[in-house]
């Protein structure tokens, strides 16, 4: 069970932190996606932690403004953003693969488990 939290509203420009934790289980050797979804739009992947936390990934359109990051002892993953802009504005998913292949981070299928989604507005 993955719970994503975190979500609101904030500026652009602004921050906010969004954390997936796990209620049962060990995140740490789970592949942890997130993901997020515009109205209209489709679903699309935003960053991955590989399992162990060895390599991070992020799409172009969030590379250098967004961090992604594990606390194995809270069993959480973060997601700090950063000078968001309107653009970021969606509902926002984690979604977690055992072990995972680094190559198809971006894929939606390759996750076992997802959490619920938490909704970012960005907005003055």
């Known amino acids: 069970q993955l719970q994503a939290s975190g979500g609101g509203l904030v500026q652009p420009g ?3 932190r969004l954390s997936c934790a796990a209620s049962r289980g060990t ?3 789970y592949a942890i996606g997130w993901f997020r979804q515009a109205p ?7 960053s991955c932690s590989t399992a162990l936390g060895e390599r991070t990934f992020y799409a172009d359109s969030v590379k250098g403004r967004f961090t992604i990051s594990r606390d194995n002892a809270k069993n ?14 969606a509902v926002y998913y984690c979604a977690a693969d055992l072990w995972g292949d680094s190559t198809k981070w971006t894929i939606n299928g390759e996750y076992d488990f997802w ?4 909704l970012v507005t960005v907005s003055s």
Not at 40 to 45: D, F, L, N, S, V
Not at 76 to 85: F, I, N, P
């Open 14 to 16: 602004g921050s906010l």
């Open 27 to 29: 995140l740490e050797y």
């Open 40 to 46: 209209g739009k489709e679903r699309e992947a935003v």
């Open 76 to 89: 959480t993953v973060y997601l700090q953003m950063s000078s968001l802009k309107p653009e970021d504005t």
């Open 115 to 118: 959490g619920q989604g938490t």
